[in-house]
């Protein structure tokens, strides 16, 4: 069993200091950009990834990109910087096979860490050297499974949080928090790097959630094997988070998508405190939520359906009925 470890700022920026000079030429990341109906030049994560990219020194640079274009039908993606990998999935199978291929991409290829981006997410000029630093400070430690940086949407952090017992996000870590969290904590996927080997241990990402709730039930599944998230604290990206936008960014196809996911997640790893969680949670969205975010009348007749579907039906009924959702869309 692994054994969780405490790294205080001082001891980290140390660490930083007497590891990293002679590790950080070794440190191998393999990262990818999950791009829908975006071309690769007009890609935020793209862009601002390369800018990073022309911050390091040669000495520095041990990192390969993939990109992984899950728009429908397959687009033309132009030209693209030299020694950029390009994969085309025009079946569009989500997030969780696409960041599962380049697992298996980073494995055969014997990297350490493997990052994941959105296509929206803008990295600081300053990410790539930041990030490789800190993960080659905590390399020679197997516990931290996972780093995370401070993550910003409409001026609001949305990533990492502590989770309580019952599945909920709780406060954000303190501000400049460099370290590992000694408990549960959660990140979203994009600009979260994982260890290739963690990863690996836990049966990389569940593919029936393959968009919502993939990365909290990655991060659920590595602590359950005693991995910790390392929380980056000296590290900001912003991200586009389409949930606090209902009206123009999440319609309601997409927002059933995302009740039946939650409803799911809920199902299968929350215990009854959980379970009554969600239940508390739909309903502040019906009084509350859907108007804050600019939900329209379908959104409201979607809260309600996955309301009554949590009081009167069992939970043997919620997921048979998610697994025909899950068989629907392989079929697909």
Known sequence: MLRRIRITPRTYKLLQFDQANSIFGTIKLFAVI???????????????????MSSLAQSQVNVKLLLYDNTPGGQDPGEL??????????RNGGLAKAYNHALKLAHEEGFDWLLTLDQDTSLPT?????????AASVL???????????????????????????????????????????????????ASTIRVSALEAIGGYDPRFNLWFSDILMYNRLYRYNYCLFVAGDIHVK???SGFDLKTRSTPQRYRDILQTEEAFYDEEMDGVGKLIVLLKLIYRLVYGLHHTGGSLPHFKLALKFLCRRIFYSRRHRMRNWEQVVRQREAM
């Not at 300053?126 to 800190?134: A, E, M, Q, V």
């Not at 870590?173 to 370290?179: L, N, S």
């Open 81 to 90: 910087p030299s020694g950029v990998l390009y994969t085309s999935d025009i």
């Open 34 to 52: 999950v791009l829908y109906k975006v071309r690769p030049s007009e890609s935020v994560a793209l862009n601002t990834f390369n800018a990073a």
């Open 239 to 241: 991200h586009e988070m």
């Open 126 to 134: 300053d990410f790539l050297s930041k990030l490789i630093r800190t």
């Open 140 to 190: 020679p430690s197997p516990s931290v499974g996972a780093i995370a940086p401070v993550a910003t949407s409409d001026g609001r952090i949305v990533s990492p949080k502590v989770i309580l017992r019952a599945g909920t996000l709780g406060k954000s870590f303190p501000d400049g928090f460099i370290g590992p969290s000694l408990k549960r904590a959660h990140a979203i996927n994009s």
